[in-house]
C-alpha cells in the first residue's frame, strides 16, 4: 500500500484527512467515500482552493470573517503578541494587558447593562458558561428551583453537551440524550411560515403569548431563563419583525426570568450596528458572543452579564471560596490582542460602516431573486440573509429531501466560483464579510443567478416544481 505521504500534495491532503481528521456536524462515513476540499489562501472576500479554483466566500467562513482574509493589521497584532507573551493563565489572580483591555472596550460597546465579561475560546464555550452561570445564580441568591431553560425553535445555542440541548435542531439532539428535561421550546418567530406571519405586531404578540404560556406551564418559580437570538442563524436565517426582541426582553423581565441574546452569529456589525440589541435599545441579562469578535482568525469568545447577576454570584458564594468555572485557555492574551485589532478595524478602518453601506446592495439583490421560480422567500438584515427554495410558490411547498438539492445546489454554486450556506431544508444562507464591495455584490449576485438557473435546469427539479 502506498503511505499518503508518498502521493502528490493534494493527494496526500485527502488520504490523510480521510483517514484521521472527524469534521464537525458531518457524515462520518459519506466524508471518508467524499473526501475533503481543501482551501489553501484566502485574500479579502476570495477564497482559493487546492486545484488554484477562486471563489468568491458569501459567508464569511462560517458567518465569521467579518473583516475579510488577509488583514495584515491583525496578523500583526498576533505576531506581536506571541513574541512578548503567547500566553498567560487567568487562574491565580493572573491577567494580561490584552484581555483587561478587551474586557474594558467590550464593556463599552455593549448595552449598558453589561458590566462584566468572561472570555472564552468561542461561542458554544459561551453559552456552556451561561448556562452554569445562571445555575450558579439561582442558587446563590436562594432559588434553588429555578433550573428550567426556555428557547426557541431552530434555534442555534452552540453543541456543548449542555448548549446543544438549548439548540433547537435535530442532528445535535440525535444519538445524543437530548434535550435535558430542563431544557425547553416555544415556535420560532418564522413570518414565512407561521399563521401570523404576515402581521408584525401578531407574530410578535404569539411570540409573547408563547413564552407565557410556557412559563405557566412550567411554573414561574421554576424558570431561569430564556436564550434567543436576535435573527437565527443555523435554523436559517429566521428573521423577526422589529420590536420582537424587545418585547421579549419586557416579557421575561416582567416572568422574572433572565433574558440571554445570543449574538455569536448577529454581533460585530453582522445586522448593521455592532450588536442587534442596539437596534431595539434592549439590555439582556447576559450575552453571548464569539465569530466577528476576532473575525475567526483566532479562536475566542465571551459571556457578558449585568452587576445585578455578577453580585448574585459574588455574594453568594461562601466567604473565599472560588466559583469553580473556568478554563485553561480562558482570556488568552494572543487572542484578546486579535480581538483588540479586529474592533480598532471595526471602527477606525471604516468596516462597520462599509458594512452598512453594503446592506442596501444585499437586500436588492436578495429580493430580486424573488422573481426567480425557485425563490419563495428573501429575509434579510445587515449582511445576514437568506432565500428559501419551494416546489410551489403558492403553497410553499417543500422540495422534497429525496432529491439531494441541498448538496446539488453547493455544488453548482462552488462550481460557478461561490461559496454559501445551503442549508438542509432548502435554504440558502449569507453572511458576506463587511468588507464587500458593490463589484463583488454584483458578482455574488450574476454567480448565484447562474447557479440557481442550473438548478431549475434539472429534468428531476423541473417534474418536482409540475407535480
Known sequence: MTHPTALPHQAALDAIDRAHLIHPVSPWRVHEQRGPTVLSSGRGAWLTDGNGHELLDAFAGLWCVNVGYGQESVVQAATEQMRKLPYATGYFHFSSEPAIRLAEKLVQITPASLTRVYLTLGGSEAVDAAVRFIVQYYNATGRPSKKQFISLERGYHGSSSTGAGLTALPAFHRGFDLPLPTQHYIASPYAYRHADGADPQALIASSVAALRAKVAELG????????????QGSGGVIVPPKGWLKAMREAARELDILFVVDEVITGFGRTGPM???EAEGVEPDLMTMAKGLTAGYVPMGATMMSEKVYAGIADGAPEGASVGHGATYSAHPVGAAVALEVLRLYEEGGILANGQRGAAHFAAGLDALLAHPLVGDSRHRGLLGALELVSDKASKRRFDAALGLSDRIFAAGYRNGLVFRSFGDHILGFAPALTFTEDEFAQMFARLKKTLDEVLAAP??????AA
Do not use: H, K
Request: proline share 5%; charged share 20%.
Open 220 to 231: 414561574a418559580d421554576n424558570v431561569a431563563a430564556f436564550f434567543c437570538e436576535p435573527i
Open 460 to 465: 428531476d427539479v423541473r417534474a418536482a416544481m
Open 275 to 277: 450588536f442587534a440589541c
